[in-house]
C-alpha cells in the first residue's frame, strides 16, 4: 500500500512548492502538481499545511549512564518522542567507559538501540581518553559506519579528554574521512571553580552557571579551532551558547576555516535567571554549558539566520527532577548534567524561529533536518523532500495552538524545561519510512522499526581546513 500526501506545501532548505507526494516501500516514488492514488492507498490531505523533511537531531543522549545515573529516555521512549514532535531521525552518542574498546562500547550501544527505537538512527563514538589502542580503533570505527566522533573539553576526570588528546584524535581521524565534534568548555577553569565554590559553601544551583563562564567556553571554542586548523580540518562545535564563543566561529569563517556549530533550543529561548527558581526549580536547568543571558539567545538567532551556526539539535539529556536530579539538592556538583528536549525542536523552532521572521521557513528546514543530514553524512537519503530519498515526512499544520506542558508531554521525564510555552502549529501526520508513524499527535507506528544508519564519510567535511565560501553557511 502506498500512501499519497495531496495539496500540501512542501518545504525544503531551498524551495517551497505546492505539489503532491507519493510514497510506497519507504522511499517516495514521486512528486508533481497532481498526482492519484492507486486503490487500497492512504491519501493524506495537506491542504493549508507544510510537508518539511522529518527532522534530524544529531544532538542526544538516551539511555546513557552519566554521573551515576542513566538518562530517562530510552531508545523507544526517546525516538517515540521525538517523533511525534517531528523529529525522524537520531545521531546519539556511544559512550565508551574508561579503558573499554570503541568497537565494545559500540556494540553495547547497538544492543540499546535495536529493536527499540522506531525511527532510523546513527552514532557518534565519544573519544573519552586517548591511547596508542584508540588510535588503533579509529579507523575501525569508520569502517563500522561511524564518521564522527566526540570529543568533551570539559568533565574534568570523567568522559573529558585533555589537550594531548584531543590532538591525537584530531589528527588520527583527518584522513579517515571523519569529522571530530567538540564540547567546548575550559576543563580547568570549570574544575577549579567549582572546588572554589564547593569549598565556599556555595551550593545552589546558581553556582553551576556561576562556575561555567562564557569565557570558558569562548577559550576552549578558540583553542579548539586552533587545533582543528593546526591539522588543518573541519571542526564541528556542539551546543555553542554564548556571543564570546561564537565570535571564535565568526573569526574561523572570516579566515576561511571550516568551522561548524551546533546550538539548543534552550539556549535560544531560556536564560540564566533561571537558575534562580524556589524549591531547587533551578536545577531542571543544570546542563552544560550553562543558559546564559538575553543577549546570547538574540546573538544565537541572529547566527543561525546569517549562516554561522548550521544546526539546531537539542542534546536531549533527561534526568527527573524529582528523582535523579535531586542527588544535587545540598551540592549543585552533583545535580546530574542535562535536560530533555528531543519532542519540542520543531514546534519551538517553528513558533519563535519562524513566526517572528528571526529565520525564513527555508533556513529553518535547513537546519532541523538538511543540514544535519548533510554534514553527518545522511543525505540525501534523509534530511530533503525528494524523489529516491526515504519517506521521512512531517505534514505540519501551521494553524494548530498550542502549550508545552510534562503533563502532556511523551518524553519519559517528570519536568519540562519549556513548561508553559505556547506553540504554534503541530504536525498532523509524521511517515517514518514510509509507515504512518504519527497520527493527530498520537504515535500510531510499531515498536523497534528504526534502522541503525551505517555513514559514509560526510561529503562536507573538508579536511583542508578551510571554506569555500566565507560566513555562508551551506
Ligand atoms: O548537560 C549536558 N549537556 N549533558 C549531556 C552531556 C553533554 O555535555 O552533552
Ligand atoms: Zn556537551
Ligand atoms: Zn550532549
Redesign the pocket.
Known sequence: MGTLIKNGDIITATERMRADVYVEDGIVQAIASSLDAKPGDRVIDASGCYVFPGGIDV?T?LD?P?MGTV?TDDFETGTRAAAIGGTTGVID?VMPERGQPLLDALEVWHAKARGKAVSDYAFHMAVTHYSDAVGRELPQVVEAGITSFKT?M??KGS?GIDDAGLFQVMRKTRDLGALVTV?AENAEVVDGLVREMVAEGKLHPRYHALSRPALAEAEATHRAIALAEINARSLYI??LTCDEALAHVKHAHCRGQHVMAETCPQYLLLDDSRYEGPDFEGAKY????PLRKPKDNEALWQAIAAGYIQTVAT?H?PFDFQGAKQMGRDNFAKI????PGIEDRLALLYTYGVVPGRISLNRFVEVFATNPAKIFGLFPRKGTVAVGADADLVVFDPTIKGRISASTHHQRVDYNPFEGFETIGAPTHVLINGQLAVEGGKYVGEPGTGRYLPRKPSTTVRNTGHLEGVATGF
Not at 543544570?286 to 554549558?289: F, H, I, Q
Open positions: 544532538h543522549h546513557m552519566f538518562s552518542f568533551f570539559a568533565y568522559i564540547h556542539v551546543h543544570v546542563m552544560s554549558p542534546d539529556c546530574p548534567n542535562g535536560a
